[in-house]
């Protein structure tokens, strides 16, 4: 028996690595090559390319692609019909698959609905894309992004909260209560001893 569950209309090619309790819905292409966490959950309609690695815990909603070059650590969530894309500058009639630019998101990081990412960027740890938002460079730690182009407007919680701090430049979560500062345009969450 498999340790993990996949819809009877899901095809997963050969050579995949997928761990235990993870879900695959329904019309989902699970590519040769790739590895999948533990815990995961694919929605609805997922592209997983080949060689692309999703760590544990990974949250894929409906209708998104994950492309060659794309590497998302554990914890991270896609949101509805979110994009990567894997080439600056893609042409129909001339074949780049040896010019794949890598996309890093890194733990705990959301996307939001319909964002787009383009590729050749990090997505820095806990940071919260706005649905719709264009990425098109690096996104740091704990910041939250909109627009298009993509623009910084505050910093958020591991919870998903903005974080307002103060002139000694300390945050508190509303919901968890752990504490964040900020020091020379950089949140680090700060480690009761």
Known sequence: MKPYFAHETAVIDSDCTIGKETNIWHFSHIMSNCVIGDNCNLGQNVVISPEVILGNNVKVQNNVSIYTGVVCEDDVFLGPSMVFTNIINP???????????????????????NATIVCGNTIGEFAFIGAGAVVLKDIPPY?????????????????GHSLNFNEQGYAICSESKEAYQLKANSVQKVVST
């Open 143 to 159: 910041a939250l992004v909109v627009g298009n182009p993509s623009r910084q407007i505050g910093w958020i919680s591991e919870y």
């Open 91 to 113: 042409r129909s009639a001339i074949k780049r698959k040896n010019q794949y630019a890598k996309t890093l998101v890194k733990r705990g990081a959301s996307i939001g609905a």
